[in-house]
């Protein structure tokens, strides 16, 4: 199957430094990438939806500030959380769809292994 | 977001068949079911989807109920590999077709 290629996998900062994180579809175009963060034995949150060469559209609480989305080409994306703080900590996990139809539903997303974050 | 119901966790044998239930009673006519499972520490991988007929793939079937309020991910021999938190995922037009996670169902796969 595709690959979603993520990077890197882990990185500690020091609080008050940004951070970003890289997310590639290797063998497909993707119109539409998507950028999830997961806190211990919790599930997946979706925090935003990037569409290439627009702007992401932010879930509700997420602030767009802090974490930005650039979605240049139909195989990059990447975030970046801007300040980091020891509660930006988390599993952040980036995904990108590849439609196997003509309806909206009929995809397969496609997800990276995730990038640890752990903010000093 | 449309709903599904999914038990906390299950447990299995090796190389016995496994079904995944899951509840999707306010499912509408547009909506897919989608699976996907993850393994700890890893982003999540797909599994299977379908609209409305069963489905087969190389890792398992997807047998939808005729009125499509549930679903059943089946796996045919599990493994020890297949030990994994599993979603059942409902994409819906109206909420902009997201995948939102849910808790899951934790499988624990017996030697």
């Known amino acids: 199957g595709a690959v979603v290629s993520q990077h890197p996998s882990r990185v500690i900062c020091k609080s008050g430094t940004s951070v970003k994180i890289e997310c590639r579809s290797l063998d497909f175009q993707a119109t539409t990438m998507f950028w999830y963060r997961q806190f211990p034995k919790q599930s997946l949150m979706l925090m935003a939806t990037?569409?290439?060469?627009?702007?992401?559209?932010?879930e509700q609480g997420v602030e767009k500030d802090k974490f930005l989305i650039n979605h240049a080409s139909l195989t990059l994306s990447t975030l970046t959380v801007t300040s980091a703080h020891p509660e930006d900590s988390s599993f952040y996990i980036c995904s990108a769809r590849d439609y196997v139809g003509w309806t909206e539903g009929n995809f397969i997303q496609y997800f990276g292994a995730g990038t640890r974050l752990s903010v000093l | 977001d449309a709903k599904t119901t999914q038990p906390n966790s299950m447990e299995s044998n090796e190389e016995e068949p496994v079904h995944l239930p899951c509840n999707h009673s306010?499912?509408?006519?547009?909506?897919?079911i989608h699976w996907y499972r993850q393994l700890p520490s890893q982003g999540p991988e797909y599994v299977i989807h379908?609209?409305?007929s069963n489905v087969n793939n190389r890792m398992a079937s997807l047998a939808i109920a005729e009125d499509r309020k549930s679903s059943t991910l089946i796996l045919h021999r599990a493994t020890l590999r297949d030990a994994a938190v599993y979603y059942c995922i409902l994409v819906t037009e109206t909420s902009g077709s997201r995948l939102t996670f849910g808790e899951g169902t934790q499988l624990t796969v017996n030697p």
């Open positions: 306010t499912i509408s006519g547009t909506d897919y």
């Open positions: 379908g609209l409305t």
């Open positions: 990037s569409n290439e060469g627009s702007k992401a559209t932010y």
